[in-house]
């Protein structure tokens, strides 16, 4: 296990060479991966509208063993650059582990940009998680213990659904105990111009006058401040898409607040993990860091 320090913070970096994996292969792509069939120990309830408009739709996700007291939730976000991808599309690689964990998961559809500009997807995220929310006593859902987490544009809306203000006017706030975000750009603007461009943020934030504004306005980066919930990051190192350093400088800024952020590194990670980075890395952190934050109980 080798450590990364920045300026005023140390990251793990933890190496990759692990011992042999034995168990199921559980997960795959990211983004736009084949629906498959659900586990038996798995009930679903598809196609729940948190919104009138056709897209903000979800499915929630329940075990069926082990079902007595409250249950964590998780609200699931999928990634597409804002532009693609869907609520079924990440169901094995995010719901099942948490599924497995005893959580109901809420994996949500939101409208994209060929639909609706940015910040139609932030408000979505935010109608989302206050309907999860409200309807949490209908799946057993603890509404103290609910997460929200998302991959690449998934989890910069993880982010901004924990962290948008009210006064930012971007839709209702709620609070949430956790926050699990893979790869999201916190800073938006850099995606617009400069070394970092990415087409597909030209493509959800509106060209005009107000650009830059808007940008600023969803950025995750602004709204740091002090008693934030917890924030698990995941990030490559040498990530060709969402710059590594954007969520360097976001833990570094969340930690300076007195938030609990955690990051962990993946040396040599692109935009995206394999199967043995998930299971054998990533998630066993991730259910650590959630147990350490009172989210996950027990053993």
């Not at 609706?116 to 935010?126: E, I, M, N, Q, S």
């Amino acid at each position: 296990m080798a450590m990364l320090r920045a300026p005023g913070i140390a990251f793990l970096l933890l190496s990759l060479a692990m011992p042999a994996f034995t168990g199921s292969r559980l997960f795959g792509a990211q983004v736009g991966e084949t629906p498959f069939t659900l586990p038996d120990w798995v009930s679903a309830e598809p196609d729940l509208s948190y919104g009138a408009a056709a897209e903000q739709k979800a499915d929630v996700y329940k075990p069926t063993r082990g079902t007595e007291g409250k249950r964590p939730g998780l609200l699931l976000i999928h990634g597409g650059g804002w532009k693609d991808g869907s609520r079924k599309s990440v169901v094995r690689v995010y719901a099942i582990p948490f599924l497995r964990e005893g959580f109901v998961v809420a994996s949500i559809d939101y409208r994209l940009s060929g639909t609706a500009k940015a910040p139609a997807a932030v408000t979505d995220a935010l109608e989302a998680l206050k309907w999860f929310k409200n309807e949490a006593r209908r799946w057993n859902v603890d509404t103290k213990r609910i997460v929200v987490m998302g991959g690449s544009a998934g989890g910069h809306l993880a982010l901004m659904a924990a962290f948008a203000t009210k006064s930012a006017k971007l839709g209702p706030t709620s609070d949430v105990a956790a926050v699990v975000n893979v790869f999201g750009p916190s800073d938006l603007g850099e995606l617009l111009s400069g070394p970092h461009r990415q087409p597909v943020a030209e493509e959800w934030i509106p060209d005009g006058p107000q650009r830059r504004e808007i940008a600023r306005a969803v950025s995750p980066i602004i709204y740091v401040r002090k008693g934030l919930p917890p924030v698990k990051s995941i990030h490559g190192t040498d990530d060709p898409t969402v710059p590594y350093a954007q969520t360097v400088k976001l833990t570094r800024e969340l930690r300076a607040r007195g938030v609990d952020a955690e990051l962990i590194s993946i040396p040599g990670g692109k935009h995206g993990f394999d199967d043995r980075t998930w299971n054998e890395v990533i998630y066993p952190q991730v259910f650590e860091f959630l147990r350490r934050v009172g989210v996950l109980r027990g053993s």
